[in-house]
């Protein structure tokens, strides 16, 4: 299929969404850069936040003018006001603080990767299920509109038959931040990680065959991992991630008409190239390289879903969160990387 112009992102007008209260469940980087992103693009309404300590919930809401600050997460899940609770607290607090507010009656938002392993995540979703409540992964890059581009040039075939996706991202970082610590499931992949890797499953589907190699940092965490995927189809994936320094965090999706290519960082809002085989002319998409402002598109997602009754994002649905962390289980097994918890 041969097209003179990409499409334009669907994605609907933040003014339109329903508007829900929101209750923000931990007050650390990606809470501060997601209470911002509502407060200046969205009608959300930050209705309250909690916090194991009652000072840090005080000045988070002092910063974000959020109305209630609760001095644990059990106040702020108990909220009355409360419709939707985004779960922002380290990797594997994930399933103990998504499952505290879903017994509470709250639907949940919770911070990528949805939990540490995928039996972690089967059990969050039968539980949401049970409940009749919306839970839905936080993988903020699928649902910017840069991605909608991505989504409808897959859905129309114009790429062909999809045979090769690459994809890494890379970041130096310090000696004394999180992603250094073993007992927060630190290391590269479940952080930088899960973009390429959910980016290879989204686009080719799960893989059957996995190759993984993985290399230790003096910290005692992995410092980098790359891997080889492979379909039932033979279509390839090659995804790789490493906190010991930058790279150019691209990624190329390849079919065997046109090939489309985002620039890094690729997971954030920004400009993507579409390279035909027929010698036409290269399409391109550009949109402001807002980087975290735009984290503000996943609250959107979970409104509409919420307003419409859903309890899964057609967008992201748990199945697909499940599936990508069947494949980082095999990665992690093959590197052996195991967090502290697991058996």
Known sequence: MTIDRLPSPRTPDPARDPVLRWGILGTGWVASRFAASLRRNTPQQLLAVGSRQAAMARSFAAEHSVARAHGSYEELVADPGVDVVYV????????????????????????????VNAAQAEELGSLAAQRGLFCMEALWTLFLPKFDVVRQVLADGVLGELETVHAECGEHFGPDHRIMRLDLAGGPLLDLGTYPLSLAVW?????????????????GVNGQAGALLRTRDGAQAMVHTSLFSDTASAATIAGDRATLHLPGPFYQPGDLVLRSFDGTAPLAYTEERSAHDALHYQAGEVARCVGAGLVESPLRPMAASIAYLRVMDEVRRQCGIVFPGER
Do not use: D
Not at 100 to 106: F, H, V
């Open 88 to 115: 922002a607290t380290p990797h594997p607090m994930h399933l103990a603080h998504a499952r505290l507010a879903l017994e509470a009656g709250k639907h949940v938002l919770v911070e990528k990767p949805l939990t």
């Open 203 to 219: 686009a080719l589907g799960e893989p059957e065959a996995v190759m993984a190699m993985g290399q230790p940092h003096p910290a």
